[in-house]
């Protein structure tokens, strides 16, 4: 069981420095030295053992990681066993809760004292010095800067920054949310956030406005959150423009926070500042506004701000080229090696009643337990959000996931959007940006699942750039994330035999935009038995074929009187998904004739208002899911008329006033145009008159 636990402290990136380090499972707190942090105790186990089990937690104070644990997988215990686990595990959080706050508790009285022994900060400080800023805020306690974090006022923790730039924070203390006010907020019409403080420091003295220091990127939104309506100004968020765009992307989300009224500016370089900044700073690029202060003097960090600040309706526009050299390449980070992407949207389509929502049940439980994939490899444990407009959490999702043994610590269900002092329903097409936010508040996210991702899409869902701009949302989230988002959907009717890319429903964007599409169906095996495959049906990042047979248990009991589904992943399959749903479950000739007549149904709907260009037609069948070869044929049943307005006019097609019926076809024929005449013997007439030229099939 000690070495279980090692594994999985290690597999969540929480490494002992001790060689040989061995967990002690006896019910009380064990704090050691991290990799890199020796002497700091920053890590931490709190786990027990009945002797058969062992459970609790671990985690790294430093970093405010923690990862529950527990050596048997919870979908294997019975309902007795899962409600004494339960059990034990509300007490070790309980205990870690405590010791939480002790810490914190600890480092905010910490802080607390260093400032009042502190003194005013010396000019001639090698930092300061090295910075080039009047230092504001901030205390010196012999060659160590102390710079307090507040949070509603009182100080609740420190960082501690040495002469050559090295920075800490008091271990125990929590940033999240706090900040360091440099200036009045009373009655300012214009407020500034930034992550440093030296950062804070330039802009205070170059602008004259307030600002609000949040430490680190990851801080902004949360920071934003709180100061969210308890200021009447303006939020300039002035992030830091980094290679990997972490900067950028936390200080755009801290923006939307606010809406109208925050905005986000990023400082820009010359060619010539980025190759002077270098030469003095170990060939390191520039990337905030005290960095900016040093190659271009602080009226130029004036300019920037002012010029973004003055920008019609608060917005300034500019396009970003980044130059090839300065990209660094980046391996795909896997969520799940091959399958799930980390930064990635992924599609999981397929029709009705095949389990597509238990299916991704089943993945959320694998990635918050850190348990195994279907091909053997191991997850890192992480959180997961899952929004669904369709079931509810209460008597479908939770139980699926408790029957699939998920830690639901880790599952963040998006509930509701909070508008003053209202409450409205979420809207994934309006709200996808706010998300942010709360998950950097729930410590990030490793999945997120929509069901049905067609939802994110306000206009038209069959319309190619509408699904795309709707999307782009999403992807955003995913990428500024690092987590792999999974859309769910259905495939559309009439498409047996069709490349399951073909059969997603909807704009062939949703598909498109997708990094990887996964598809879930029932076919019919050599036996003519019937199964459920698990498929990939696109990947452009890694292999695009193979898949797995599940079977969806019922009744599985996950409570007194509750039962529930789940998914058990069976032997894996080779081959494409093109080939293997070819032609799924009820592909016969009853579904064929079914879809016959709906491709009729749909065909005679669109043209009752009137006639319709041949080129929008077809581009709109394809939308609606049918193909080219069954809108045609539906065409000749309901006897359509496609003609053509002169020799330089577009096919047109229409509804005729009068159309022979299905039912008077004793010998199945297709039905003749009625503006044309035909026999056994002769051919169709091409008299028309001088504006309309009736056509053959054949020739359309």
């Known amino acids: ?210 600002v609000v220091v949040g430490f680190n990127a990851g801080n902004l939104p949360a920071l934003a959150e709180r100061m969210k309506g308890k200021l009447d100004a303006d939020i300039v968020v002035c992030g830091d423009r980094d290679p990997n765009e972490v900067g950028q992307k936390a200080a755009q989300r801290a923006a939307s926070v606010f809406g109208s009224k925050g905005r986000a500016v990023i400082p820009t370089f010359t060619r010539e500042q980025e190759t002077a900044f270098a030469a003095t700073h170990d060939g390191t690029l520039p990337t905030d506004f005290n960095d900016l202060a040093a190659v271009a003097g602080l009226e130029m960090v004036k300019k920037q701000i002012e010029r973004r600040e003055n920008a019609e309706a608060g917005v300034h526009r500019e396009v970003v080229l980044m130059r090839g050299s300065d990209i660094k390449i980046e391996p795909i980070r896997w969520l799940w090696d091959g399958w799930l992407a980390r930064g990635k949207l992924a599609i999981l389509a397929g029709p009705p009643g095949v389990g597509k929502t238990t299916l991704t049940m089943a993945l959320a439980a694998t990635v918050t337990t850190g348990g195994l994939w279907p091909d053997g490899t191991r997850c890192p444990p992480g959180n997961v959000v899952i929004w669904s407009g369709e079931d509810d959490p209460a008597d479908t999702l939770v139980p699926r996931l408790r029957a699939c043994g998920a830690n639901m610590d880790r599952v963040l269900f998006v509930d509701h959007v909070r508008s003053g002092d209202g409450i409205e329903n979420f809207d994934p097409a309006r709200d996808m940006g706010m998300v942010q936010a709360a998950v950097d508040l729930a410590g990030g996210a490793s999945l997120a699942i929509l069901d049905p991702v067609v939802s994110a899409v306000t206009g038209d869902s069959h319309k190619n750039t509408e699904v795309r701009r709707a999307l782009q949302p999403i992807v955003d989230f995913a990428a500024a994330n690092s987590c792999a988002v999974v859309g769910i959907t259905h495939f559309s009717k009439g498409g047996a035999g069709k490349d399951p890319l073909e059969r997603v429903s909807g704009s062939i964007a949703f598909g498109a935009v997708a990094r990887t599409v996964l598809g879930a169906a029932k076919v019919k095996d050599d036996d003519g038995e019937t199964k459920r495959v698990f498929m990939r049906v696109k990947n452009n990042i890694g292999p695009d074929d193979g898949g797995y047979e599940y079977d969806i248990e019922d009744g599985v009991k996950v409570a007194e009187g509750v039962h529930a589904s789940r998914v058990q992943f069976g032997e894996r399959i080779e081959g494409s998904a093109r080939d293997i749903l070819a032609e799924p479950e009820g592909g016969d000739d009853t579904e064929e004739r079914r879809d016959a007549k709906a491709a009729k149904a749909f065909l005679a709907s669109v043209l009752s208002d009137g006639p319709m260009p041949s080129k929008v037609m077809l581009t709109d069948s394809r939308e609606a899911g049918y193909t080219e070869k069954q809108i045609r044929h539906a065409a000749k049943k309901l006897n359509v008329v496609i003609s053509k307005n002169g020799m330089k006019g577009g096919w047109t097609w229409a509804m005729p006033p009068v159309f022979v019926s299905e039912d008077a076809r004793e010998d199945g024929e297709d039905a003749r145009f009625r503006n044309r005449e035909s026999s056994a013997s002769s051919a169709p007439s091409r008299e028309s008159s001088a504006n309309e030229t009736a056509v053959d099939w054949e020739d359309f």
């Not at 030295?33 to 890590?43: I, P, S």
């Not at 809760?97 to 502190?118: F, H, N, P, T």
Request: aromatic share 6%.
């Open 1 to 210: 069981m000690r070495i279980d636990l090692l594994d999985a402290m290690l597999d969540a990136g929480i490494r002992p420095a001790k060689a040989g380090f061995a967990p002690v499972l006896d019910g009380k707190p064990q704090r050691f030295d991290t990799e890199g942090r020796a002497g700091k105790k920053d890590g931490w186990i709190y786990c027990h053992t009945d002797g058969r089990d062992a459970w609790g937690a671990f985690g790294d104070w430093k970093t405010g990681q923690r990862e529950n644990w527990c050596s048997r997988n919870p979908s294997t215990m019975s309902a007795a066993e899962r409600a004494e686990f339960a059990k034990r595990r509300a007490e070790v959080d309980a205990a870690v809760e405590a010791e939480r706050a002790q810490m914190a508790a600890r480092a905010a009285a910490k802080a607390d004292d260093l400032m009042a022994k502190g003194r005013p900060v010396a000019a001639d400080h090698p930092y300061v010095v090295a910075k080039g800023i009047k230092p504001a805020g901030a205390v010196q306690l012999r060659d160590m800067l102390i710079v307090p974090a507040r949070r509603d006022g009182v100080i609740v923790t420190a960082q501690c920054i040495q002469p050559d730039g090295r920075k800490t924070f008091l271990t125990g203390g929590s940033t999240s949310g706090a900040s360091l006010v440099l200036g009045s907020l009373a009655n300012a019409k214009t407020v500034l956030l930034c992550e440093g403080w030296a950062t804070g420091c330039t802009l205070h003295e170059a602008t004259g406005l307030p």
